[in-house]
């Protein structure tokens, strides 16, 4: 494991499975990018190194996505280029698409790299710096968001963590049920829910830490520079790998999971939030 010092927070990196894929025919894959957005840049970059030949990305805000009967799998990054009807039947590796709920009808084409921490996994790490954690109190919204609820409702009971879940139907509810949760959680979640984290949500969570003394746990590295208390998350570059990996495997005609997890797994601790939330954690 490696520690970084950053900014006033630390991160700490475990690489799971380093992967790099055999050289195939470029043809047989198509990548598609939903805009020029960084974060996908990123992910692409990181399923180009992994996948060891040049595939040449589409980007669907200059050009429509691409289908040939060539094309053996599609490698879709973000929402956009993950809900398009491919009609080739190709298999479509969807990364970055934090809304795309499992379509189980389709279970042989549709495959998801997840945004979220595997929860295990995250459990764990949230153990290392909250020893004392027992109770959690999760904040969601998205309806695909249940899914990856569901597996942390069945992993907690293996941490001895009391995970309580808080859906939102609307944003103007999260400080009456914040309030709710006041003096019944030693933590509080926040799940890759696009539809939950925005800016008023996040600030009214982060004050409510700091006030509070309730550690907040973000899924990015992003939201820990802002003021939140730590976030258990993958690099987009990490996320790509993760793509080609999958690409790899399908195109040589190998089972795959429907859902995966990235290899990279990252700690970020913010410090001064850390004392405010009444955590005690020293770099070493």
């Known amino acids: 494991m490696n520690i970084m010092e950053k900014r006033g927070f630390i991160i700490l990196t475990a690489l799971l499975c380093p992967f790099t894929a055999s050289p195939a025919n470029a043809h047989d894959i198509a990548a598609v990018l939903s805009s020029d957005s960084p974060y996908y840049l990123e992910a692409f970059s990181g399923f180009q190194d992994a996948i ?59 495959y998801y790299v997840s945004m979220a921490t595997r929860p295990g996994l995250l459990f764990s790490k949230l153990k290392f710096i909250q020893p004392a954690l027992k109770r959690l109190a999760v904040f969601w919204t998205s309806e695909a968001t249940g899914d990856y609820l569901r597996q942390m409702r069945k992993e907690a009971v293996s941490w001895d963590i009391i995970l309580t879940d808080v859906r939102l139907k609307f944003a103007d509810e999260l400080p009456e049920r914040l309030r709710d949760m006041q003096g019944k959680t030693d933590a509080i979640l926040f799940p ?38 730590a976030s258990v998350s993958s690099s987009f570059n990490s996320m790509g790998r993760c793509a080609a990996r999958m690409a790899a495997r399908l195109l040589k005609g190998e089972t795959e999971e429907q859902f995966v997890y990235p290899d990279e797994v990252r700690l970020a601790v913010n410090l001064t939030a850390a004392g405010r939330a009444g955590l005690k954690i020293t770099p070493k």
């Not at 990305?57 to 009967?69: C, G």
């Not at 039947?89 to 809304?99: D, E, K, N, R």
């Not at 409510?208 to 550690?215: C, I, K, N, R």
């Open 192 to 229: 890759p829910d696009p539809l939950l984290v925005t800016v008023q949500n996040f600030g009214t969570v982060r004050d409510f830490s700091a006030q509070y003394h309730v550690p907040f746990y973000v899924p990015t590295e992003a939201l820990v520079e802002r003021g939140a208390t």
């Open 52 to 110: 060891g030949y040049p595939v040449k990305p589409v980007n669907m805000q200059k050009a429509p996505a691409p289908t040939s009967a060539a094309e053996k799998v599609v490698v879709a990054f973000g929402g956009k280029a993950a809900a398009w009807e491919y009609q080739t039947g190709a298999s479509v590796v969807s990364c970055l698409a934090p809304t795309m709920k499992l379509r189980q009808s389709d279970s042989g084409r549709y």
